[in-house]
């Protein structure tokens, strides 16, 4: 059973860090590309940022752009999101997801981890 679970969301005040996790298991991810989206209430789902999981390559949305950093750890099959710089426009439910290198629609998603920023 594949499951990619996220960790790591929390509660910080404006200008603060927080790194996220994501926990893949079930399957290699090779060929893959792996991404972080975000949703805030009353809002729809959003792109945040993505990486290729053999190459490495990544991409960002502007809103985060310069504060974000995607990696992954192909030996721990988990990939993660350093935030910092937070704002508390960044406030959302952050998920993560898997979707086939030429696809647009992934195959997997987690259930989200809570990101609450106070100003």
């Known amino acids: 059973q594949v499951q990619l679970v996220e960790s790591g969301g929390g509660l910080v005040q404006a200008g603060g860090s927080l790194r996220l996790s994501c926990a893949a298991s079930?399957?290699?991810?090779?060929?893959?590309?792996m991404g972080w989206y975000r949703q805030a209430p009353g809002k729809e789902r959003e792109f945040v940022a993505n990486?290729?999981?053999?190459?490495?390559?990544?991409y960002y949305a502007d809103s985060v752009k310069g504060r974000f950093t995607i990696s992954r750890d192909n030996a721990k099959n988990t990939m993660y999101l350093q935030m910092n710089s937070l704002k508390a426009e960044d406030t959302a439910v952050y998920y993560c997801?898997?979707?086939?290198?030429?696809?647009?629609?992934?195959?997997?998603w987690g259930q989200g981890t809570q990101v609450t920023v106070t100003s």
């Open positions: 997801n898997a979707t086939p290198q030429g696809s647009i629609r992934p195959d997997y």
């Open positions: 079930g399957r290699t991810f090779t060929g893959y590309r």
């Open positions: 990486i290729i999981w053999s190459g490495g390559s990544t």
